[in-house]
């Protein structure tokens, strides 16, 4: 039914670990061109090799995207490899916690800067090349936390991933005229690396808190981003879509019996 994403050149952010990782992996396994980026060189150049060990077409660079130097090089490097970009996945994020009396102001600018600004930079730098693509696509990696929930500690993490929405929706309109589609998925609690950081009781806690009794997997979301990619996912843009198992639907304790 979906037309194949074969050869499609698609770059990931934030994809030495989590969900990137598991995002570019599903590309990379449809027969996409797959590059990967993450600010330790070391690590996003290892996990690439391993890719391609698996025969998969998955280059690695290093790159800062709250730095606009940065990811002005990192969109230049992807042209001179790839020749131009179809899909730009915006994944990188970071959630430390942080209760609000106690959270510093340099964190909450680093979480901005990472998770609102990087996609600012990283859409706006990448659009040369998305617009020459046949259908160009940005698919944001947002959360549930902060457009829908709210939880103790990531105040900063929730404004910043209710900022990607708000985001999403003005450059849908603007980047429309050019048959570039940008849409968003909201992960619920996903076990990563960056999760597994997250004390053990609050995990436990979270996953009995979900109708479907699990958490989610870096695949889970990457089927929706997938989607997202796809040719046939074109009359969609500036939507978000929830991967969560149902967190966000009960409104007491007994709807979970
Ligand atoms: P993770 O396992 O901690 O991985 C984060 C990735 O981002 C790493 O590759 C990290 O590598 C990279 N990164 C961090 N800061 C960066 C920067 N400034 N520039 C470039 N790369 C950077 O995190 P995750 O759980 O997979 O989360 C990925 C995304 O999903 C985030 O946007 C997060 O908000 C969102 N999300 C996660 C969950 C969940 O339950 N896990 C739920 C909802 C939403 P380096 O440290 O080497 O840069």
Not at 243 to 250: E, K, R
Request: hydrophobic share 45%; aromatic share 6%.
């Amino acid at each position: 039914m979906f037309t194949s994403l074969s050869g499609k050149s698609v770059l990931v952010t934030g994809a030495s670990t989590g969900i990137g990782l598991g995002v570019a992996r599903q590309f990379a396994l449809q027969g996409a061109r797959v590059l990967i980026t993450a600010r330790n060189a070391g690590r996003i150049e290892a996990v690439a090799a391993g890719l391609r060990a698996e025969g998969l077409q998955v280059q690695g660079l290093a790159s800062d995207v709250a730095d606009a130097a940065s990811v002005k090089a990192l969109i230049h490097t992807v042209e001179e490899i790839h020749g131009g970009l179809d899909v730009l996945c915006c994944n990188a994020g970071i959630f430390p916690n942080s209760p609000l009396e106690d959270l510093a102001e340099a964190e909450w600018d680093q979480v901005m800067a990472t998770n609102a600004k990087g996609t600012f930079l990283c859409v706006q730098a990448a659009l040369p090349l998305l617009r020459r693509a046949e259908y160009g696509r940005v698919i944001l990696t947002s959360s549930i936390t902060g457009p829908v929930t709210g939880s103790p500690g990531w105040v900063h993490y929730g404004a910043s991933k209710a900022a990607q929405l708000g985001f999403m929706r003005t450059a849908a309109i603007e980047l429309a005229r050019d048959g570039i589609t940008v849409n968003a998925v909201m992960p619920g609690n996903i076990v990563t690396e960056g999760f597994l950081d997250v004390a053990a009781d609050y995990q436990a806690g979270v996953a009995a808190s979900i109708p479907l009794k699990r958490l989610g997997t870096s695949a889970d979301v990457a089927s929706a981003v997938l989607f997202f990619a796809s040719r046939e996912a074109g009359y969609i843009t500036g939507q978000s879509l929830i991967i969560d198992g149902g967190q966000v639907l009960p409104e007491s304790l007994q709807a979970l019996v």
